[in-house]
């Protein structure tokens, strides 16, 4: 059954300005509403037209909102069970997501920033040591970073070593490369202007 005439511009203009700001609403309440069918009706209402455009206008919204490409497609090609209608799906879902990815974060993730909730980042780049490393650069490393341990990676072979605050001391590299003045004091001194004399070689 066809509804090419079904619904006038103006009525859905009015639908979609109001199901815009409920689902707006929607996604602030501690009620669990749900954010996926506000969003597939919304995105729907958008283009003002039925059939493919509709689909289209919800697979859109949906990607810009969630910014999950794989998953949306298979959702959308569940929902209409026409695989023609994938590459489209596939073009209007990386658009949306790329066009998306200029503005702001996805929904999820600007839900939690604005009730405050702590969340890892998905992008966080890797501190790895690899053997040939410096002392220094390996001992800024792990000042900036503050960690307790650092893993040293050979490339694609496991761990091979484990650099922990005791490894950087003066006295346990001192203990591994023996001072040749048996003096006291000036290991003592040795000591004290001993990472001073590592970072200024950087």
Same mark, same amino acid.
């Given at each position: ?26 996604? @602030? ?13 919304? @995105? ?12 289209? @206008? ?5 990607? !810009? ?109 001192? !203990? ?24 200024? @070689?950087?």
């Amino acid at each position: 059954m066809h509804t090419d005439n079904e619904f006038e511009l103006s009525s859905m203009l009015v639908f979609f300005i109001i199901g815009l700001f409920l689902s707006i609403f929607s996604c @602030g309440i501690v009620a669990p509403a749900g954010l996926f069918v506000p969003i597939i009706v919304t @995105g729907a209402s958008i283009v003002w037209a039925n059939g493919l455009y509709a689909v289209l @206008g919800a697979a859109s919204l949906l990607g !810009g909102s969630m910014r999950t490409t794989v998953s949306l497609c298979v959702i959308m090609l569940e929902l209409t069970n026409n695989l023609l209608l994938l590459p489209l799906i596939m073009m209007v879902l990386v658009v949306s997501k790329s066009v998306a990815n200029v503005f702001n974060a996805n929904v999820y993730d600007l839900i939690m920033k604005a009730k405050g909730l702590p969340y890892l980042e998905t992008n966080a780049s890797p501190y790895t040591v690899v053997e040939t490393m410096s002392l220094a650069k390996a001992l800024i490393l792990f000042r900036e970073v503050g960690l307790r341990h650092l893993l040293v990676i050979p490339g694609r072979s496991p761990v091979v070593a484990i650099l922990t605050r005791h490894d950087f001391t003066p006295e346990h590299i001192l !203990g591994m490369h023996p001072f040749p003045v048996k003096s006291r004091w000036k290991r003592l001194r040795f000591s004290q202007t001993f990472l001073e004399k590592i970072l200024s @070689g950087i």
